[in-house]
């Protein structure tokens, strides 16, 4: 707080590399659940970034039943269902997601170019 360089934004952003070392020992010392409480209770809106097995892990994504596995190339995978319903029912999951360069061959055909050393 004593730090004349943070009182502005624009100080801030002057000297992110410093400040962001002094964020990440500050954060590195306590967890993400008594970070969350201090901010809550602070009025600071705030949300932790979680990985994908730690948003699969959210309570309302698990009881809102958002979870769906899929067949992909690379076997089954997890993936985020629609969270829109039809009639009380959550459209289908088509397909899983695509092999890597798996559609590149149609993707060139339909823009008429053969392959993509044509260009």
């Known amino acids: 707080l004593a ?9 801030r952003v002057a000297d992110r ?7 990440d020992d500050c954060f590195a010392s306590a967890t993400t659940a008594a970070w969350s409480t201090r901010l809550e209770t602070a009025g600071v809106p705030s949300a932790p970034i979680l990985d994908v097995a730690g ?16 067949d992909a190339p690379a076997g089954e995978i997890r993936q985020m269902a629609s969270p829109l319903r039809i009639d009380g029912e959550r459209p289908p999951i088509r397909r899983g997601p695509r092999a890597l360069d798996q559609d590149s061959a149609e993707v060139w ?3 008429g170019v053969a392959s993509v050393e044509e260009n």
């Open 3 to 11: 730090d004349q360089n943070w009182t502005t934004n624009d100080g």
């Open 109 to 111: 055909a339909d823009l």
């Open 55 to 70: 948003a699969f892990a959210q309570e309302q994504i698990v009881r809102g039943d958002f979870v769906r596995t899929t």
């Open 17 to 23: 590399v410093r400040l962001r070392s002094v964020l």
